[in-house]
């Protein structure tokens, strides 16, 4: 692994860390996450012992970039002591810097798999006092030979933390064994110890007894593949919740890398990850359904998978998933640019594959997405209703009624809404119905939902599409737990999630003038911000899942038979 020095200016104040990179840079397939390590000295000596106990192997492997923290001349300010260095502050910095890509773009880290530890009781401290204070930033956190809870987070709220705990004492034990609500005793040995809340199989402490006070080979893949690989931390709550991590290896995905076999865009390269259930591989003359999940911007097809996790549910149900990457790498060309490649060309391309390739049912083809990739999933289903049974976007501002972070000097909402112009002349030529399941969180930038949002233009379309009655958006925020811009015509309040009991979703019904079906459905997330909770796609699978499209382009609702 290459080492570098990197300095941080935070509050005027010059910081530095070691930065530990691959050799090589990342496929378009890789999902990568990050390590701060905390230690309590700053010299490149302690970073070469810790890599060399057998971490930087296990970096190269896993794609993990690893951040050593070089601690102020007075140590770390686990305390907050007034006059030395805002180590709060530093982290935050670094933390955005992660995200944005630390040694630039193409070292991008999503939110959710940031892990950190501590080596040496002053490390330990410093990280126990930013996780109480920023949970939301990271997944889990492991601790070598800890003593100190700081007294500056006594008393402070916080959220659950996977930890593990190597040589630490008993009141460092008994502090993140409250963090996590642990009830449950579910290994106990003379080395080895693990409690868990018995509602949440990933709120754990792991503890390994004994003499400890640095990092081994042995330790750091036990801290790996029992904690660390297992778990991600997403943004659907104001400091996250924690949920399973997929391991790549066991999800028997077939990778298709700079694929040219699909002809499309002058026979241009594409990514893309295939996932077949094994009920399907066993009887392949079967006719299957089809569902295309489409990545956020700047993400990739394996990091979709993992916050979507459609492919579990179509192993259980029998569907093949597919998760594509966007043309140009990066977003997907959804205001029809002729200067950008045409994602719309790739997936009539994909889909064509695939049906040549697997004997998919014509009539049950799905599509969803988030954020950029749900923009996809509209566009798709306006331009070609014939092919698409029903959609489950899940958060997204498309379409854009203001300039982006992509090439905001292009942005031209006439543009922009020209793809519903034509969905909507489609509709009113064939008499298309379009059943949509969107799921929008209550901490998006979008809401409340006001006039002339995207989230306004985007409901409006898909109401008129839909026969539905399209009623006048506020100007003002309504004054309702649902401020939506309009409600449902009717509203369900569902708590879905055993491991979060208080996690809410109120269910918004709007109902088609021609046969009283709900088409449309706003599926609004309490607390959640820009992400995919894991509960989304079960939720929109028991909707989408009813409806299958006849060739002359009319619709079948399997809920039709059960009423």
Known sequence: MKILYKKFDVNDQSRSAYICVEDTSWDCLTKPSSLIILRDDNTKASVKEILDSGLSKLAEEHHIIIVFPNPAEKGWNFNHVPGKADDIAFFNTLYENIRKGILGPEWKIMNDANYIMGIGQDSCAMATNFITLYPELIAATALIGGSIIPSAIINSACAPMPT?????DDSLVNYYKELNNTDTTEASKDALSVYTDSTHPFHKVIIINGEIHKLTGGLMRKIWFDLFHRVRRINTSPKGNICKRINLEECRFEKHIDDCSLGDNNGMPHSWLEHVPQAVMDNPARPVPLLIFSHGATDNPTKAADMSKWHEIGEREGFITVYPLAGNGVNFNLNLDPDSPSDVDFYLALIEYLKNKYVIDSSRIYISGFSNGAGMAHVMCLLHP?????????NTMWPYVKPG???????NLEKNLQTINMGLELQMKHNYRMPVWYVYGTRESEYPVTKGVGQQYQYDAWKKYNNIAVLPTPEKPLDSEYSIGVEGESIEIIYPCPEYPEYKYSIHKFYSMDDRKDYYNIALA?????????VDAELAWQFISRFSRNPDGSLNDAGDSEN
């Open 405 to 411: 972070p992509f090439r905001p000097e292009k942005f």
């Open 526 to 534: 309490h607390g959640k911000g820009h992400d995919v909770h894991y």
């Open 386 to 394: 014939e092919i698409f049974a029903a959609a489950a976007p899940f």
């Open 164 to 168: 593990l705990l190597a040589g630490c």
